[in-house]
């Protein structure tokens, strides 16, 4: 429920006012001056200020220049009522600041429609802005990100591996971070039973290694390439005495890191609970994804990296891949496959 305050001297004005916008769904403060207006425009910062000119104590110019002097106060739309309808008066309100002005006596209608207007107008203000903060946001931390990045690429140790070889095991401990330069990268372990799981997928751009900043972690799982890649590692020592001076950098590399655990305990989830139908098609579009195609693009990957990401055994997907070529959700030709229809392969249940 938006709210109102209305700063009339006029008592019988006053509460009719009040009467309609609350008839009107809004909820209502009132003040009979612009002293008490401005105390209870400070204390509940009303949605909007509907306010008189002429009036004991402060008049409604002294009302929106204490308005404009806070900053919980200046964004509130400010609309002017009075029966002076001079253009001098109007102007002078309207250079100071005000949204609109209504003359004394005013219809019902063009009071509502001038409030539902500037609320409206404030609302769609508000959006922009806080839209423009979140880019500058977004900028900021890009560009933070970029730093690093860049610094990976100057200041480490370029690594080259052809499809299939292993850039870390399992085991082997973690002095690095690595920068992923071109190709994909995956995680994986194997499982008691001697079946691969596969958990993570890695691209361009994306870090990958990072278990602590203590020499001595072990890595917890293996990388290897799913085609030929190129990488860059930056020692943890290194690393650690550079995000030790830059708490921007450490931020966003925790919040990227935090990103990534949330996104394997999601794909965990989905390999306990969910059906093997559901599992294929997830792991279908994360490929997809992850080699940032178009959906309707095809993606060649072999049908174990598929099963061990989406921890099902090989015949299971292959079955599950034969029923969604029959239904026409996916095309398949030798080791490549194609989207259909996404949107039934991400509904799938």
């Known amino acids: 429920m938006k709210t109102i305050l209305i700063i009339e001297d006029d008592q019988t004005l006053r509460e009719n006012t009040a009467e309609l916008l609350e008839l009107s769904d809004y909820k209502v403060y009132t003040a009979p001056n612009g002293k008490i207006g401005i105390d209870k425009a400070l204390k509940h910062v009303p949605d909007i200020i509907i306010c008189d000119i002429m009036m004991p104590e402060i008049d409604g110019y002294g009302v929106l220049e204490s308005m404009a002097m806070s900053e919980n106060t200046k964004h509130i739309p400010f609309i002017f009522l009075s029966a002076r309808t001079k253009h001098k008066e109007i102007r002078k309100g309207m250079n100071m600041g005000a949204d609109d ?32 903060e979140k880019q500058k946001e977004d900028d900021e931390n890009l560009q933070n990100l970029e730093h690093l990045r860049q610094l990976f690429c100057e200041e480490g140790e370029r690594l080259s591996y052809g499809k299939g ?16 330069l071109r190709g994909y990268v995956k995680t994986h372990i194997i499982d008691m039973t001697g079946k691969e799981l596969i958990t993570g997928l890695y691209k361009q751009n994306d870090f990958l290694g990072f278990t602590s900043f203590e020499d001595n972690i072990p890595y917890n799982e293996t990388a290897s390439a799913l085609e030929d890649t190129e990488i860059v590692g930056l020692s943890k020592e290194y690393l650690r005495d550079l995000l030790q001076g830059n708490q921007s950098i450490s931020l966003e590399l925790m919040n990227l890191l935090t990103s990534n655990i949330s ?51 090989p015949e299971s997907l292959i079955r599950t891949i034969s029923e969604f070529r029959k239904r026409k959700l996916i095309e398949v030709e030798g080791r490549t496959i194609r989207i259909l229809d996404l949107d039934s392969l991400q509904n799938m249940q």
């Open 263 to 313: 996104l394997i305990k999601n794909q965990l989830m989905e390999m306990a609970y969910s059906s093997v139908r559901k599992k294929t098609a997830s792991t279908i579009i994360q490929f997809v994804e992850l080699m940032e195609h178009k959906p309707e693009m095809a993606i060649r990957i072999s049908r174990n990296d598929l099963a061990a990401n989406a921890g099902i055994a």
């Open 165 to 180: 070889e292993i850039i870390f095991n399992k085991g082997d401990h973690s002095n690095r971070l690595y920068l992923i």
């Open 101 to 132: 002005y209504l003359t004394k006596p005013f219809e019902e209608e063009d009071l509502l429609k001038a409030i539902e207007v500037r609320l409206e107008k404030a609302h769609l203000i508000k959006k922009e802005n806080q839209e423009a």
